[in-house]
């Protein structure tokens, strides 16, 4: 008979299910969906000893009615959507995917900065959809990522996998970081450090690898825009609103910067008339960067092993903290 129960929350059915297989034999696995009301949602949840959530919310109200609850785990690396500091006022640790979707959003990171830097999409649409071979391409201006100056914003999990990927590509890699990272790590990735400012205006590429808290909400603007090359590409597969996105559509439409690769949008799902989708400098994925079936087993995995330590009385991994 299982002795522990977990409440997943998940809006994604195929998701909730695969999660649900790779559950230990005493875990009983209870998907809620989480586009139900908080009421609704409340006799679901209230006996259970953990909560695994993606995305990452679950509102304090449903919260006060689960005295069991032990954990939060995330299977996202995200936690914008949860009231950490309220929460953490409850009593209950919340914890992250561990960095189980790193390596995905890294390998999607470089597929964008390809396919900015080679007007990859554009190619494609006009070869495959419009059937007209080379024709009005053949004047593109086209880069190689290869001997760039890549700035990487956010050194942690993501952006550790980032600069090792690059070093295949002969980058000179730079970052940027609040956490001052020891010697021996910039000198296995090949990264290094430099002021925000100083990497914006040396960087061929710069790719955003934060996670959207106050400090990072709308860190590139108009300003920031400003001080990048007009050769520049800007990727981001963090969050949406780090970007300015009515700054950004100004500076690719001016050319103020060359383009952008965006896995991530201010407003999500994005409506269909955002002018970012009139742009052939840019390209534009729906939030998948972290989705592999490779993520998906690291995380559950993960996530079941993280709620059996803090059952047992230890602490969790990837602790989630209230910002400063």
Not at 262 to 288: G, K, R, S
Request: charged share 25%.
């Amino acid at each position: 008979m299982p002795s522990v129960k977990v409440v997943f929350l998940t809006s994604t059915k195929e998701r909730g299910e695969f999660t649900k297989r790779l559950a230990p034999p005493d875990f009983e696995v209870v998907l809620v969906d989480n586009n139900l009301s908080d009421a609704e949602k409340i006799p679901l949840c209230k006996d259970a000893d953990a909560i695994i959530t993606v995305p990452a919310d679950v509102s304090t109200e449903i919260l006060a009615h689960c005295p069991k609850v032990k954990l939060i785990q995330t299977l996202s690396a995200g936690y914008d959507r949860l009231d950490v500091k309220a929460i953490g006022e409850m009593g209950i640790p919340i914890a992250n995917n561990g960095g189980a979707n790193a390596i995905a959003v890294a390998e999607q990171t470089i597929a964008l900065m390809i396919s900015v830097s080679k007007r990859m999409m554009l190619q494609w649409h006009n070869a495959a959809k419009e059937r007209r071979w080379r024709e009005g391409l053949t004047g593109l201006h086209l880069e190689e990522v290869t001997g760039k100056t890549v700035g990487i914003v956010g050194l942690g999990r993501v952006g550790k996998q980032v600069a090792k990927r690059l070093k295949g590509f002969d980058t000179r890699t730079i970052y940027y970081d609040i956490v001052e990272m020891p010697p021996a790590v910039e000198q296995e990735l090949n990264a290094q450090p430099v002021p925000f400012e100083e990497l914006l205006r040396q960087s061929d590429i710069v790719t955003l690898h934060v996670p959207l808290a106050r400090r990072t909400r709308g860190m590139i603007g108009e300003r920031e825009l400003a001080m990048m090359k007009p050769t520049a590409v800007l990727i981001n597969a963090c969050r949406g609103p780090v970007v300015n996105e009515r700054a950004l559509y100004r500076a690719l439409r001016a050319g103020r910067i060359a383009g952008a690769g965006l896995d991530v949008l201010e407003e999500e799902p994005t409506p269909a008339d955002n002018p970012l989708f009139q742009l052939d400098n840019v390209v534009i994925t729906p939030h998948m960067a972290g989705w592999s079936d490779e993520t998906n087993l690291r995380a559950a995995e993960f996530a079941f092993s993280n709620i059996r330590r803090v059952l047992a009385g230890q602490p969790p991994e990837s602790l989630v903290t209230p910002e400063d």
